[in-house]
């Protein structure tokens, strides 16, 4: 593990794990860095190059369209986050597929309706269901029956 100083701010420190450091510059200014020397019991205390390193992903509003380059390190970062001009969803665009909702005009609402896809036997769904609609019909006959002031004749006897 090698320890490196930002040579434009010397309070720019920061720790790579690997010996090879060429082409490393600060993960804050982007200025040249070298290798320096630092106590043992200050090691623990100074952050790793990836802590501290800016990533940047594009960013798009679900609700206004709006986009923006967003900068953060690899702890910070967020699929979606909120919009600075609606207060919409910010989404990341290689992430919009699966916040998008299937609506391709951002004016269009997304759609209330709910599909499910079911893969199975559809022969034996078939008898399955009626055998429930004629349950739930005998149901219904005897509730009708009860409401009605005429006695069941299946729960005459209990």
Same mark, same amino acid.
């Given at each position: 593990?090698?320890?490196?100083?930002? %040579?434009?701010?010397?309070?720019? #420190? +920061?720790?790579?794990?690997?010996?090879?450091?060429?082409?490393?510059?600060?993960?804050?200014?982007?200025?040249?860095? @070298?290798?320096?020397?630092?106590?043992?019991?200050?090691?623990?205390?100074?952050? +790793? $190059?990836?802590?501290?390193?800016? %990533?940047?992903?594009?960013?798009?509003?679900?609700?206004?369209?709006?986009?923006?380059?967003? +900068?953060?390190?690899?702890?910070? $970062?967020?699929?979606?986050?909120?919009?600075?001009?609606?207060?919409?969803? #910010?989404?990341?665009?290689?992430?919009?597929?699966? %916040?998008?909702?299937?609506?391709?005009?951002?004016?269009?609402?997304?759609?209330?309706?709910?599909?499910?896809?079911?893969?199975?036997?559809?022969?034996?769904?078939?008898?399955?269901?009626?055998?429930?609609?004629?349950?739930?019909?005998?149901?219904?006959?005897?509730?009708?029956?009860?409401?009605? @002031?005429?006695?069941?004749?299946?729960?005459?006897?209990?």
């Amino acid at each position: 593990m090698i320890v490196l100083m930002c %040579y434009e701010n010397n309070n720019h #420190l +920061f720790k790579v794990k690997s010996n090879c450091i060429d082409g490393i510059s600060c993960p804050i200014c982007k200025g040249p860095a @070298g290798p320096t020397q630092v106590d043992k019991s200050d090691l623990k205390k100074i952050p +790793f $190059y990836e802590e501290l390193k800016q %990533y940047q992903h594009k960013a798009e509003c679900l609700s206004c369209g709006h986009s923006e380059t967003i +900068f953060c390190t690899k702890k910070e $970062y967020r699929e979606v986050s909120v919009c600075p001009k609606c207060n919409g969803a #910010l989404v990341d665009v290689w992430k919009l597929h699966k %916040y998008r909702n299937n609506v391709n005009n951002r004016n269009e609402k997304p759609s209330k309706s709910l599909s499910i896809s079911v893969d199975m036997n559809i022969d034996k769904m078939q008898l399955k269901l009626r055998a429930i609609a004629k349950h739930t019909e005998a149901l219904a006959d005897e509730l009708d029956s009860i409401d009605n @002031g005429i006695e069941c004749p299946v729960t005459r006897g209990s």
